[in-house]
């Protein structure tokens, strides 16, 4: 549900020409969930910054070797672009996925993993109330759809009797 409902989303701002970027998207979507299942089983007891600093490096070295490839190399310096950045940086990478890594240690990974597919619904409503977006019907249907597949996974039913 919740893919389902994040294809909704972003289904009236793909234009036909950017659906390969569509599909980077959903496959990050889709990879985070994976990583946050394995992260779960099989690195509970990882320490947090031994464990950021690991996939920091790891994820520098691949963008190091894709980056001349696919960018201009170019950085055009501007008080937007700082703000950006310190933003990626600061809060982005070190404090959601710090917070991140500790709801997996601390709670159900599929939990973790599910709350991935509000990120897109969440940003749209962002974009709409910061920047003046359109929500079409059918972003909204996609709002309701991933909300209520995260509230399927995440909410406690109440103990069996």
């Given at each position: ?66 980056a001349p490839l696919i960018e201009s ?89």
């Amino acid at each position: 549900m919740g893919l389902l409902g994040v294809v909704l989303v972003v289904a009236e701002k793909v234009a036909p020409g950017s659906l390969g970027g569509a599909g980077f998207a959903v496959f990050a979507l889709v990879s985070l969930s994976a990583g946050t299942l394995y992260q779960k089983r099989f690195c509970e007891t990882m320490d947090l910054r031994s464990g950021s600093f690991i996939q920091f490096m790891a994820t520098m070295l691949l963008l190091l070797l894709l980056a001349p490839l696919i960018e201009s190399m170019q950085v055009e310096w501007s008080g937007e672009f700082v703000f950006a950045f310190v933003w990626l940086v600061v809060v982005l990478s070190l404090g959601a996925i710090s917070l991140l890594l500790l709801m997996i240690q601390k709670g159900e990974a599929a939990k973790v993993a599910s709350l991935f597919y509000l990120v897109p619904p969440v940003t749209a409503l962002i974009a709409f109330v910061v920047f003046g977006e359109k929500l079409g019907v059918v972003a909204i249907a996609g709002m309701l759809i991933s909300v209520a597949g995260v509230a399927l996974v995440t909410l406690r039913r109440p103990a069996a009797s």
